[in-house]
């Protein structure tokens, strides 16, 4: 007893505000051992008599004593105390009666839980759960409190078993929404807490938080309670501006445009009317958060919308016209290009004319940011007529603010106007010529004259602008002053060392390298030994993390680079993002080199090879976890392709270095948008290396993860359907279920991707591999499934017969019948994967499939002439329709009566659309034209007019290219006729002017 009465003293010196005090005590608590501590700390807290201020300081020194000892305290204790312990934390929170200790209790438990859940996902503490449920449903509501805060600080406190209790705990949290008759409990899930100014910012955000998170994870539910959605506009105030529109934008995004709009819509418009110039500002600011969300609502009444906007650009207060200039740039990146091309006039107008705020800096930098924007995803047409306007404005106020950097160190507005004369001159392109003399001599003047620390931000800028510019009006006009460029980059650039890491310079230059590559070509390969050092020190960053408690966060800022994902109100996981988008850039930058390069990359790719690898397994920061999968996806094949000028042997061992990963990382990657991107990077790379390139365990582990991926393909489907059937179902929900869908096909085009790279490289000695899969896709082409399904199944046959025939025959009673059925689908697609199927037979099937070629022909005469063949959603499946049936004449004219059908068959042409096919077509056009087909030549060559008009109408759509071997075929039968005098003349006098310059084309480069 006197032990437990010195351990309360010595906790109330813990919270003494003499320091000398409060350093004896903190060390006199660490030399106690774990156990005792627990049973101390737990008496206080139990204790009646105890202070409140002594049962709180216990409560948290019990919480983090779990939180941070658990693995060398817990599992030592008696399985009777750890009973004890549980046993102990459960009736503190059914007896106390202070709301405060009870709270913090509920934290102990919740904390002992999380340490509890094994790696499997299962609960050791499963009586926690059963008093959650208990206490939901209980009188008591303070105990009704206690369990949504324990769910609350850990949301994952049901393991394993969250999908077995999912509709307990929806039911749960809409009984504790819909408690009228309680407000402490029912306001914990209602939004009017979010607005309610006596409590706390953090408690006002975590009450926000959960209502944003179940519209994101149970939306369908929560659009049955409109009108905790409803007062989602009631969430304002300056402190928490950031953390509202984030979660207008989240819950826009989760429950539907179509829900939210019209809800908060009202609230908007009252609020722009307010003659207080807040409410005007956070009613801006609000539509600014809600366009992806509500896109689609939104797009509907876009005229109304942007027309009563524009106001707001000449607002009386500056901060609602920044919010206008806000809202601009924002609509500009949601609704693109469709609001460029009905807002140019206005919105290009009114952004030049609020450019021109002299007195307002801040209001002027944002309409320049918001041209940016709009001018980055302008169509170049619809730019050029304002460019002269354009130009001179931001001339004028980029002279302006550069005398104002020199008379008073000003520098924010010319900043972002650098970035604005940079987004036009990309968008303009080689239309920015005539401005090219006005703009590079200033630019230069600031790279080489803005020396300063302050102005770190600002050179940079001007470097992106000098080298986009410099791409925008090509390599002619920039070269006089490539030199002196490229030496200022040069000295900035060996100066690096000077820098600090994280100089905001090094992006830039970075991406200015970049682009000069791309302008001087091979010329640029020189330079690399200067820039490679400092791209590879940014590609190698390694990110800070850290496991933090509230009291740590506090200490730590997001404006030092930190974000932090919440786990429970007492604990978060921070990242410190500072440096990864630089890092991404970086790699994107490698790519670039690794693609302009080719062979002149050679000395750096097993560095590069060694660094991107790894990035893989690499979780980069949401905003920019595309960017680095993207990079180091593509840059596999790049790689590969840059190493072959060292020999076989060489790419070959840089190969084995990427595949064992490469295969891993489909097996494990979680990410669909990733994972899609990685599976086409390994089918890229399989093409490139061909046979012998996979050992027997690559086949078998790849033919396991793509068995697994097709049967998950089949499992989500099914889930899908269940999902439709369930009480919740509603529109809303219909959306995320065909969004889930359209992921889950584009999987499965990367599954068919990998295939057809296997097929192409391997032929007919991978079909024993490939039987594991058979079965799986001879189930995509059942009449039943989807027509993507069907598609993509009848895709991958048409590659087992392209690639493995005639072995392929085997299989033909598995999919002949589907692929005859499907000639005809009502699906586009799937006619065309079957017709492409029909041309594949005929070209390369060999004489099994002669009956099947010969049934397929009237289907394939009937879809092309039908009344709607050539529209636009039918054009690609005809076209594969009329190549197959020139594949059938030219490959197996037994089964085809070709005198009837090749006049049919010549005026169908050119293909315009497949650019493949189209090939094809004018190859067996060459048979005909060099073997002087009579019925394709006409009575005294009568057709060839027609003939010539095919070929130009074929150059001019570009459906041939000067690199297809079939143009030179092209070009000689024209050189014939050339000769010919009066029939040459007869022929070009039928052609129009396009098709005259592209016959000429043709001659030139053929």
Same mark, same amino acid.
């Given at each position: 007893?006197?032990?437990?009465?010195?351990?309360?003293?010595?906790?109330?010196?813990?919270?003494?505000?003499?320091?000398?005090?409060?350093?004896?005590?903190?060390?006199?608590?660490?030399?106690?051992?774990?156990?005792?501590?627990?049973?101390?700390?737990?008496?206080?807290?139990?204790?009646?008599?105890?202070?409140?201020?002594?049962?709180?300081?216990?409560?948290?020194?019990?919480?983090?004593?779990?939180?941070?000892?658990?693995?060398?305290?817990?599992?030592?204790?008696?399985?009777?105390?750890?009973?004890?312990?549980?046993?102990?934390?459960?009736?503190?929170?059914?007896?106390?009666?202070?709301?405060?200790?009870?709270?913090?209790?509920?934290?102990?438990?919740?904390?002992?839980?999380?340490?509890?859940?094994?790696?499997?996902?299962?609960?050791?503490?499963?009586?926690?759960?059963?008093?959650?449920?208990?206490?939901?449903?209980?009188?008591?509501?303070?105990?009704?409190?206690?369990?949504?805060?324990?769910?609350?600080?850990?949301?994952?406190?049901?393991?394993?078993?969250?999908?077995?209790?999912?509709?307990?705990?929806?039911?749960?949290?809409?009984?504790?929404?819909?408690?009228?008759?309680?407000?402490?409990?029912?306001?914990?899930?209602?939004?009017? @807490?979010?607005?309610?100014?006596?409590?706390?910012?953090?408690?006002? $955000?975590?009450?926000?938080?959960?209502?944003?998170?179940?519209?994101?994870?149970?939306?369908?539910?929560?659009?049955?309670?409109?009108?905790?959605?409803?007062?989602?506009?009631?969430?304002?105030?300056?402190?928490?501006?950031?953390?509202?529109?984030?979660?207008?934008?989240?819950?826009?995004?989760?429950?539907?445009?179509?829900?939210?709009?019209?809800?908060?819509?009202?609230?908007?418009?009252?609020?722009?009317?307010?003659?207080?110039?807040?409410?005007?500002?956070?009613?801006?600011?609000?539509?600014?958060?809600?366009?992806?969300?509500?896109?689609?609502?939104?797009?509907?009444?876009?005229?109304?919308?942007?027309?009563?906007?524009?106001?707001?650009?000449?607002?009386?207060?500056?901060?609602?016209?920044?919010?206008?200039?806000?809202?601009?740039?924002?609509?500009?990146?949601?609704?693109?290009?469709?609001?460029?091309?009905?807002?140019?006039?206005?919105?290009?107008?009114?952004?030049?004319?609020?450019?021109?705020?002299?007195?307002?800096?801040?209001?002027?930098?944002?309409?320049?940011?918001?041209?940016?924007?709009?001018?980055?995803?302008?169509?170049?047409?619809?730019?050029?007529?304002?460019?002269?306007?354009?130009?001179?404005?931001?001339?004028?106020?980029?002279?302006?603010?550069?005398?104002?950097?020199?008379?008073?160190?000003?520098?924010?507005?010319?900043?972002?106007?650098?970035?604005?004369?940079?987004?036009?001159?990309?968008?303009?392109?080689?239309?920015?010529?005539?401005?090219?003399?006005?703009?590079?001599?200033?630019?230069?003047?600031?790279?080489?004259?803005?020396?300063?620390?302050?102005?770190?931000?600002?050179?940079?800028?001007?470097?992106?602008?000098?080298?986009?510019?410099?791409?925008?009006?090509?390599?002619?006009?920039?070269?006089?002053?490539?030199?002196?460029?490229?030496?200022?980059?040069?000295?900035?650039?060996?100066?690096?060392?000077?820098?600090?890491?994280?100089?905001?310079?090094?992006?830039?230059?970075?991406?200015?390298?970049?682009?000069?590559?791309?302008?001087?070509?091979?010329?640029?390969?020189?330079?690399?030994?200067?820039?490679?050092?400092?791209?590879?020190?940014?590609?190698?960053?390694?990110?800070?993390?850290?496991?933090?408690?509230?009291?740590?966060?506090?200490?730590?800022?997001?404006?030092?680079?930190?974000?932090?994902?919440?786990?429970?109100?007492?604990?978060?996981?921070?990242?410190?993002?500072?440096? @990864?988008?630089?890092?991404?850039?970086?790699?994107?930058?490698?790519?670039?080199?690794?693609?302009?390069?080719?062979?002149?990359?050679?000395?750096?790719?097993?560095?590069?090879?060694?660094?991107?690898?790894?990035?893989?397994?690499?979780?980069?920061?949401?905003?920019?976890?595309?960017?680095?999968?993207?990079?180091?996806?593509?840059?596999?094949?790049?790689?590969?392709?840059?190493?072959?000028?060292?020999?076989?042997?060489?790419?070959?061992?840089?190969?084995?270095?990427?595949?064992?990963?490469?295969?891993?990382?489909?097996?494990?990657?979680?990410?669909?948008?990733?994972?899609?991107?990685?599976?086409?990077?390994?089918?890229?790379?399989?093409? @490139?290396?061909?046979?012998?390139?996979?050992?027997?365990?690559?086949?078998?582990?790849?033919?396991?993860?793509?068995?697994?991926?097709?049967?998950?393909?089949?499992?989500?489907?099914?889930?899908?359907?269940?999902?439709?059937?369930?009480?919740?179902?509603?529109?809303?929900?219909?959306?995320?279920? $065909?969004?889930?869908?359209?992921?889950?096909?584009?999987?499965?085009?990367?599954?068919?991707?990998?295939?057809?790279?296997?097929?192409?490289?391997?032929?007919?000695?991978?079909?024993?591999?490939?039987?594991?899969?058979?079965?799986?896709?001879?189930?995509?082409?059942?009449?039943?499934?989807?027509?993507?399904?069907?598609?993509?199944?009848?895709?991958?046959?048409?590659?087992?017969?392209?690639?493995?025939?005639?072995?392929?025959?085997?299989?033909?009673? @598995?999919?002949?019948?589907?692929?005859?059925?499907?000639?005809?689908?009502?699906?586009?697609?799937?006619? $065309?994967?079957?017709?492409?199927?029909?041309?594949?037979?005929?070209?390369?099937?060999?004489?099994?499939?002669?009956?099947?070629?010969?049934?397929?022909?009237?289907?394939?005469?009937?879809?092309?002439?039908?009344?709607?063949?050539?529209?636009?959603?039918?054009?690609?499946?005809?076209?594969?329709?009329?190549?197959?049936?020139?594949?059938?004449?030219?490959?197996?004219?037994?089964?085809?009566?070709?005198?009837?059908?090749?006049?049919?068959?010549?005026?169908?042409?050119?293909?315009?659309?497949?650019?493949?096919?189209?090939?094809?077509?004018?190859?067996?056009?060459?048979?005909?034209?060099?073997?002087?087909?009579?019925?394709?030549?006409?009575?005294?060559?009568?057709?060839?007019?027609?003939?010539?008009?095919?070929?130009?109408?074929?150059?001019?759509?570009?459906?041939?290219?000067?690199?297809?071997?079939?143009?030179?075929?092209?070009?000689?039968?024209?050189?014939?006729?050339?000769?010919?005098?009066?029939?040459?003349?007869?022929?070009?006098?039928?052609?129009?002017?396009?098709?005259?310059?592209?016959?000429?084309?043709?001659?030139?480069?053929?």
């Amino acid at each position: 007893m006197a032990e437990q009465q010195q351990f309360y003293i010595l906790l109330g010196n813990l919270m003494s505000p003499d320091n000398d005090i409060r350093k004896q005590s903190e060390e006199a608590y660490d030399t106690i051992p774990g156990q005792t501590k627990i049973t101390f700390l737990l008496q206080a807290i139990r204790d009646a008599a105890c202070a409140e201020e002594v049962k709180t300081m216990a409560a948290v020194l019990l919480r983090r004593l779990l939180s941070s000892s658990f693995e060398e305290i817990y599992p030592g204790l008696t399985v009777d105390m750890q009973t004890a312990i549980k046993t102990e934390l459960v009736t503190s929170i059914q007896t106390e009666a202070s709301p405060n200790i009870r709270k913090k209790v509920a934290d102990i438990a919740a904390e002992l839980c999380r340490n509890l859940l094994d790696d499997d996902g299962n609960n050791q503490w499963p009586e926690l759960l059963k008093f959650l449920f208990d206490s939901v449903n209980s009188d008591n509501v303070g105990l009704r409190e206690a369990a949504l805060h324990i769910f609350w600080n850990f949301p994952g406190i049901f393991g394993n078993q969250q999908q077995h209790y999912m509709e307990v705990i929806k039911r749960m949290l809409v009984q504790c929404m819909q408690d009228q008759e309680n407000p402490q409990v029912s306001t914990c899930f209602h939004l009017k @807490l979010c607005a309610d100014t006596t409590l706390t910012n953090m408690q006002r $955000q975590l009450a926000l938080e959960v209502i944003v998170t179940l519209s994101e994870t149970a939306a369908a539910m929560l659009r049955k309670h409109t009108a905790i959605v409803a007062s989602s506009g009631e969430f304002k105030g300056d402190c928490n501006a950031v953390a509202g529109e984030s979660a207008l934008d989240r819950m826009a995004c989760g429950l539907g445009g179509k829900m939210v709009l019209p809800m908060i819509k009202q609230h908007i418009m009252t609020m722009l009317q307010n003659p207080d110039w807040k409410y005007r500002h956070a009613g801006l600011m609000a539509l600014s958060a809600i366009g992806e969300g509500c896109h689609q609502q939104m797009e509907a009444i876009l005229n109304e919308i942007v027309s009563f906007l524009l106001l707001f650009c000449q607002d009386p207060h500056p901060r609602v016209r920044y919010a206008a200039c806000n809202a601009i740039g924002q609509m500009a990146t949601d609704f693109a290009p469709t609001f460029q091309k009905k807002f140019h006039d206005k919105v290009i107008s009114a952004l030049l004319q609020t450019m021109e705020d002299q007195t307002n800096p801040r209001v002027q930098a944002h309409a320049a940011a918001a041209l940016i924007n709009f001018t980055e995803d302008c169509p170049k047409s619809l730019l050029i007529p304002y460019l002269d306007s354009l130009v001179q404005h931001l001339h004028v106020i980029m002279v302006a603010k550069l005398q104002e950097l020199i008379q008073k160190g000003t520098k924010l507005v010319l900043e972002q106007v650098v970035t604005s004369i940079a987004s036009v001159a990309d968008t303009a392109e080689e239309k920015f010529v005539p401005y090219y003399d006005l703009f590079m001599p200033s630019l230069k003047h600031i790279v080489e004259n803005a020396v300063q620390k302050e102005l770190r931000l600002l050179r940079g800028k001007t470097i992106e602008c000098i080298s986009l510019i410099g791409l925008a009006v090509g390599k002619d006009k920039f070269m006089p002053d490539a030199s002196a460029v490229m030496q200022l980059l040069l000295k900035t650039q060996t100066d690096f060392n000077d820098l600090e890491d994280d100089d905001p310079q090094i992006s830039y230059m970075i991406s200015a390298w970049a682009r000069m590559c791309k302008i001087l070509g091979k010329e640029f390969q020189q330079y690399l030994p200067v820039v490679m050092g400092p791209l590879m020190k940014t590609a190698s960053i390694k990110p800070e993390v850290a496991l933090l408690d509230t009291q740590d966060m506090e200490n730590m800022s997001e404006d030092d680079g930190w974000e932090f994902v919440n786990l429970g109100d007492q604990q978060s996981f921070g990242i410190k993002t500072a440096g @990864l988008e630089e890092k991404a850039t970086a790699c994107q930058m490698l790519v670039c080199y690794a693609k302009e390069l080719k062979e002149g990359f050679v000395e750096y790719t097993e560095q590069v090879v060694k660094l991107m690898v790894p990035l893989l397994k690499f979780y980069f920061h949401d905003d920019i976890l595309l960017i680095g999968a993207l990079t180091t996806s593509e840059s596999m094949p790049l790689l590969l392709e840059c190493a072959r000028v060292r020999g076989p042997d060489y790419l070959t061992q840089m190969w084995h270095f990427m595949c064992d990963a490469l295969i891993k990382a489909i097996g494990t990657e979680p990410d669909s948008d990733v994972l899609s991107e990685i599976m086409h990077s390994f089918a890229k790379c399989i093409e @490139l290396m061909g046979e012998g390139c996979l050992n027997n365990e690559h086949f078998e582990e790849l033919g396991g993860i793509l068995k697994g991926k097709l049967e998950e393909h089949f499992k989500n489907q099914e889930l899908r359907q269940a999902k439709r059937q369930d009480e919740d179902y509603d529109e809303g929900m219909e959306e995320t279920l $065909q969004d889930e869908d359209e992921n889950d096909v584009y999987i499965l085009t990367k599954v068919s991707d990998i295939l057809h790279s296997v097929f192409s490289s391997y032929k007919e000695q991978v079909l024993p591999w490939f039987e594991q899969l058979l079965q799986l896709i001879v189930q995509l082409v059942c009449p039943s499934r989807p027509w993507a399904d069907r598609q993509w199944g009848l895709c991958i046959f048409d590659d087992v017969v392209e690639h493995c025939s005639p072995s392929s025959f085997k299989y033909a009673e @598995l999919f002949l019948r589907a692929m005859a059925l499907s000639l005809c689908d009502t699906s586009p697609e799937v006619r $065309q994967a079957a017709a492409y199927g029909v041309g594949v037979m005929a070209q390369y099937g060999g004489e099994n499939y002669r009956p099947f070629c010969t049934e397929a022909l009237p289907t394939l005469l009937g879809v092309i002439q039908s009344p709607d063949s050539k529209v636009k959603e039918n054009v690609n499946a005809t076209e594969n329709c009329i190549s197959a049936v020139g594949k059938v004449m030219r490959f197996r004219p037994e089964c085809a009566n070709v005198n009837e059908i090749l006049p049919h068959w010549l005026s169908w042409l050119p293909l315009n659309e497949d650019k493949e096919e189209a090939v094809h077509t004018f190859d067996f056009l060459c048979d005909l034209i060099e073997s002087n087909n009579p019925i394709v030549l006409g009575p005294d060559n009568a057709n060839l007019p027609k003939i010539f008009q095919i070929i130009a109408e074929g150059v001019a759509n570009e459906s041939v290219k000067s690199e297809d071997a079939c143009s030179k075929r092209l070009a000689n039968v024209i050189r014939q006729v050339q000769g010919s005098g009066g029939l040459w003349t007869q022929c070009v006098t039928m052609l129009n002017e396009t098709q005259q310059k592209a016959i000429q084309d043709l001659l030139n480069t053929a």
